[in-house]
């Protein structure tokens, strides 16, 4: 009698390449699983067995292997990668214990002493801190320009810029750069180019398909989606992958396999999510908009946006993310958020729960006041992350939040 197949190779998972976004969202990284279980197995361990001391010996040579050393990589943080690379349209795909973990093995594995990064200015505060703090102590310099301006970025650029690092739509203020014509830029000066995508999602834009050379995301927000787990990713080229990882190796910023396991599960539901935070957000933006309180709503789905009509080519949906200014400033902005009952006072977003927060008090708080200005933060101004909640539901608690706070 033929020995009977084991369960997986009976089932094998559908190969992931022709299939639609949602179903890669689902199904991509599967393969990696090489048990019968559905959903992929947490492999809870920091080692793993060597079959002799020379397999060991071939390990402490290899890049990335899977079960060798969890800091060094391990099959359900693997699925994760593989399954991010898919929706993201890249080569490979590199896993962190947090966005600012990716973002810095990033900077760490394209610049060196006497290189240069220019930063796009409006910006995650992490990153300009990053920027004007650590690298400077490292011998790299960096600067800031208007990623919205591409006359400025290319003015910016210098002989030693090794790196364009951008964000669109853009931390807080929900600013959209021209993708293609700072991909071209990069290309053109011989310069890689980044973009953290973690407003957007794959979802709505996929920036490498613009000609960017790496993503980068904190999947702590929307690919993960719940708010239960932190970690980042990168995307780009199997190259550039391999040298990120020999970093990720050393500094130790690895995804625990049960933060990867939590990931694959919220990335299952990501298409619905996002599109369901699209709508809501949309209706919320334009239910602000039309509100004597708010002097300003900044989101890109909106016709008043500048930026609204690049936006629409280049992006499928508008994100879950707003920003708006309130009449009556830093005070009128705090009592705002005190006085919200559905949505929470919390920093983070692109979870199920909303959240809103104040960022002129909070996340740019370690910011010299002249930086927040230049970012173009005003003190009413309010960022909203709209979860999963009714869209009615949303609006009382605003509207009653508006009559509470700016009267
Ligand atoms: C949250 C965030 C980060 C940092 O991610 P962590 O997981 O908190 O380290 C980077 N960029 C953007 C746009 C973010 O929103």
């Known amino acids: 009698m033929p020995p009977e197949p084991r369960d997986s190779e009976r089932n094998p998972p559908p190969a992931a390449e022709g299939l639609a976004f949602s179903t890669r969202a689902i199904h991509a990284g599967a393969h990696l699983n090489r048990t019968s279980a559905l959903t992929p197995p947490i492999f809870q361990t920091s ?11 071939a390990f402490t040579k290899s890049t990335a292997p899977s079960e060798f050393y969890t800091r060094w990589g391990n099959p359900t943080t693997k699925q994760f990668e593989a399954a991010l690379a898919s929706l993201e349209g890249s080569e490979a795909a590199l896993a962190f214990s947090s966005g600012m973990g990716a973002i810095s093995a990033l900077f760490f594995t394209a610049l060196s ?12 505060s992490g990153v300009s801190e990053l920027a004007n703090v650590f690298l400077p102590r490292f011998g790299v310099e960096s600067s800031f ?5 591409i006359e400025d970025l290319d003015r910016a650029i210098r002989p030693n810029t090794k790196l364009i690092f951008v964000e669109s739509p853009t931390n807080p203020t929900l600013d959209v750069c021209d993708l293609d014509a700072v991909a071209a830029l990069g290309r053109r000066r011989g310069v890689l180019t980044a973009i953290d995508n973690t407003f957007a999602t794959p979802v709505n834009q996929r920036p490498l398909s613009r000609g960017f050379d ?11 989606g719940h708010s239960d787990a932190t970690a980042g990713v990168i995307c780009g080229s199997q190259q550039l992958i391999d040298r990120a990882w020999y970093h990720l190796k050393l500094i130790g910023a690895s995804l625990s396999p049960f933060e990867a396991w939590l990931l694959l599960r919220g990335l299952k539901t990501l ?9 809501t957000t949309l209706e919320i933006a334009r239910f602000l908009a039309s509100r004597p309180e708010v002097e300003r709503v900044h989101y890109p789905g909106l016709e008043s946006h500048p930026r609204h ?10 994100g879950g993310v707003l920003s708006f200014e309130v009449r009556g400033g830093l005070a009128a902005g705090a009592r705002l958020v ?13 979870g199920v729960e909303s959240i809103i927060q104040h960022p002129a008090s909070m996340t740019h708080g370690t910011l010299p006041e002249e930086e927040i200005r230049k ?9 909203l992350s709209i979860g999963l909640e009714d869209v009615e539901d949303l609006r009382r608690d605003l509207a009653q939040g508006l009559d509470a706070s700016c009267r």
Do not use: C, W
């Open 113 to 124: 002493a006497g290189d240069h990064l220019l930063v796009g200015r409006s910006i995650y």
């Open 338 to 350: 005190e006085s919200l009952r559905v949505i929470q006072l919390a920093v983070s977003l692109g």
């Open 47 to 57: 080692t793993f067995k060597l079959p002799s001391a020379a397999a060991g010996a």
């Open 214 to 224: 790496v993503v980068v995301h904190a999947a702590t927000k929307f690919l993960g």
């Open 271 to 279: 298409a619905v999510r996002v599109q369901q935070q699209n709508d």
């Open 145 to 149: 320009a208007d990623a919205g301006r």
């Open 309 to 318: 009509a690049l936006a629409r080519r280049q992006m499928t949906g508008f």
């Open 375 to 383: 970012a173009g933060i005003e003190p009413g101004l309010l960022r």
